[in-house]
């Protein structure tokens, strides 16, 4: 459960949340200034008040009846997006961002972007900036990429999509561990659904729907870079630097950009913060700067995995993903990479019989859960990374929770790797309860103890969870 709904507002969990500025605590609370009489969202960019005139609400109508007056910047009323379009500084240039994405797809590339800039009422300049921090390429090159779309499919490889592969440049904040993130994803790497080469680019085979289509393809993200630019930016400056992730996608997927995108730097997770996770978790786990939490690339798959992960290894678990892949996975088309198949789709498992997942090796109680998710799909659950209100994050916890074979532990790690609630803690888990020491005979006093130990971890709980698993691996090594 998210820390911001779970607990009574805390003003030291909410400070730290507040200080970082990040989005997903957006309408989680407000701050209201007692030295202004202002209340604002999390994310506004006005210098971050001294933490005795902080007052922290869970909703807007508490502060206004305090007498606190709406911030003009931030405009609390309309946090958190859920993916609404909104007007207000801090959300202008995300918004004319996506706008200039749907007046270049609406005309197929043909406005110019000068064109472009002249209809949305702002500066060639300003909006060649605001594109490419939003999506990762200049506008021109999205126009390209669109305009090569229309050209005969005789004419292109990938039939009717761009002939060529696409770059993007997703910024984000240094340090950042890209060792860690890489290392936790190839050893739960299905073959042929992804691959990390010794270049250290991760590959992915990608499904995305829009309306009744379906978008399937590859992106390739490369790290090699980041480890050098993090030791150059180091020599020049202080932490939170800025630097670029190169992503190359498959022509196939310049379609869906605006859901790509979103969804690329969620599984990275490149919109967090390091300096403000670092400075409450660094002297509890040190050495583990710059650490985040790997995100996934889809979220049925995730929680199909991880329901195939209960109480056994993770090496067991990926053997039983990969025979899953294999029997009612599709074959990635025109792949020429190293990714070549789709993990199965929520329509694909929920038409399998229980007898099918049994030849598989899976045991009962896990068919069960998994067809019961891949109905629950089916019917509206949605998984994706999306920005959610409390409200929503425990009701799709909750949805989870009913369907038959999906306990607290599944539930926490969806809502920490699909969901990306930064402050998930599964203090069932065995692995972290050993990590933190406080495993015991009692399974419910074992998850109560890590429970209490991990409040001064909020609001980042689910990167302390992953610096304890990690800590836990060291500490095996060591002891071989």
């Not at 207000?88 to 005309?107: M, V």
């Not at 859960?369 to 959610?388: F, H, K, T, Y």
């Not at 495993?439 to 006093?445: C, H, Y």
Request: proline share 5%; aromatic share 8%.
């Amino acid at each position: 459960m998210h820390s911001m709904d779970s607990l009574p507002l805390n003003n030291d969990t909410c400070y730290a949340a507040l200080q970082s500025r990040d989005a997903r605590f957006d309408g989680a609370f407000f701050v209201g200034v007692t030295s202004t009489k202002i209340y604002c969202r999390p994310i506004c960019k006005v210098r971050i008040p001294k933490f005795e005139n902080c007052r922290f609400f869970t909703h807007a109508a508490v502060a206004e009846g305090l007498g606190f007056r709406a911030c003009l910047r931030c405009r609390p009323s309309l946090a958190p997006t859920s993916g609404i379009m909104r007007w207000t500084n801090e959300d202008a240039s995300k918004t004319l961002a996506q706008q200039a994405l749907q007046l270049i797809d609406r005309s197929n590339g043909e406005l110019s972007v000068v064109q472009v800039a002249a209809k949305m009422g702002i500066s060639d300049r300003h909006l060649r900036r605001i594109f490419a921090a939003q999506w990762g390429l200049t506008p021109q090159a999205y126009s390209k990429a669109k305009t090569n779309s229309k050209q005969a499919p005789s004419a292109k490889p990938y039939g009717d999509c761009p002939a060529s592969p696409l770059l993007l440049k997703l910024p984000l904040h240094l340090p950042y561990d890209h060792a860690h993130m890489l290392k936790f994803f190839a050893t739960r790497a299905i073959e042929g659904v992804e691959h990390i080469d010794a270049q250290q680019r991760l590959w992915r085979s990608i499904r995305l729907g829009s309306g009744r289509k379906t978008h399937t393809g590859w992106v390739c993200a490369d790290f090699s870079g980041i480890g050098l630019q993090a030791k150059r930016s180091k020599a020049r400056t202080s932490a939170d630097s800025v630097t670029l992730l190169p992503v190359t996608i498959s022509p196939s997927l310049v379609p869906v950009l605006a859901q790509l995108v979103p969804l690329l730097r969620a599984a990275f997770d490149l919109d967090a913060q390091p300096s403000a996770i670092d400075a409450l978790l660094s002297s509890d786990f040190p050495n583990t700067q710059g650490q985040r939490v790997p995100g996934c690339f889809d979220g049925f798959e995730l929680t199909v995995r991880a329901i195939l992960g209960q109480q056994i290894t993770v090496q067991a678990a990926r053997t039983l993903a990969l025979r899953l892949v294999a029997k009612f996975g599709e074959p990635l088309k025109n792949s020429e990479v190293p990714v070549h198949r789709l993990f199965p789709s929520a329509l694909a498992l929920a038409r399998a019989f229980t007898s099918d997942l049994g030849e598989l090796g899976i045991v009962r109680g896990r068919q069960a859960a998994i067809l019961g998710l891949a109905q629950a799909v089916q019917n509206g659950l949605d998984l994706s990374s999306r920005s959610r209100t409390p409200d929503e994050l425990q009701a799709t916890r909750d949805r989870l929770l009913a369907i038959k074979g999906i306990g607290e532990w599944t539930a926490a790690y969806v809502s920490m790797r699909a969901l990306r609630d930064p402050d998930s803690f599964p203090a069932g888990d065995v692995a972290l309860q050993n990590a933190l020491g406080t495993r015991q005979a009692s399974i419910t006093k074992s998850a109560k103890d890590a429970e209490v130990q991990s409040t001064k971890w909020q609001p980042w709980r689910s990167y302390a969870v992953l610096r304890a698993w990690q800590r836990l691996e060291k500490s095996k090594r060591e002891s071989i």
